[in-house]
């Protein structure tokens, strides 16, 4: 499964940058996230409830950044496993360019899924990945560039 989107945070881009490298930050924008730990600058641990179709499942997983081409792009891999629900591995390419103080944030993720989730099919596990990083971005939009009172 591949994903690519392009969203615009109304932010200065080192901001976001610092954001995309803030555990607490991360730990509330990720959608059912129960605890993130950072091990080091370039490994992270997460545990996160997700409910996909029929199946909700508790997943346990890293991730390693690699941040050569930093801050203006930077990569990601990660594995995790949700027991009897199966498991998945994938990773995700960013880029961050700034234009008058609003950062433009383009990915492309790929997922592989194993076990139960992968007998879902791949409308359903397509839609609902497109509607986590929606989530997602939403919440880190608010938390990086909370709307002004």
Do not use: W
Not at 5 to 29: F, M
Not at 56 to 74: I, N
């Amino acid at each position: 499964m591949d994903l690519t989107d392009e969203i615009s945070i109304t932010a200065p881009k080192s901001r976001v940058y610092a954001a995309l490298n803030d555990p607490e930050i991360l730990r509330q924008s990720i959608p059912g996230c129960e605890e993130l730990i950072k091990h080091s600058d370039t490994d992270l641990e997460a545990r996160v409830v997700l409910k996909i179709g029929p199946v909700k499942a508790r997943f346990t997983g890293t991730v390693t950044l690699d941040t050569t081409g930093a801050p203006d792009a930077f990569s990601l891999t990660g594995q995790g496993s949700g027991g009897a629900a199966g498991h998945a591995k994938g990773g995700a390419d960013v880029t961050l360019s700034e234009e008058n103080g609003i950062t433009i944030l383009r990915y492309t993720a790929r997922a592989d899924i194993g076990g139960k989730l992968a007998q879902l099919g791949s409308r359903l596990i397509q839609s609902t990945a497109k509607k986590l990083a929606a989530q997602f971005f939403a919440n880190f939009q608010q938390a990086v560039a909370p709307a002004e009172v």
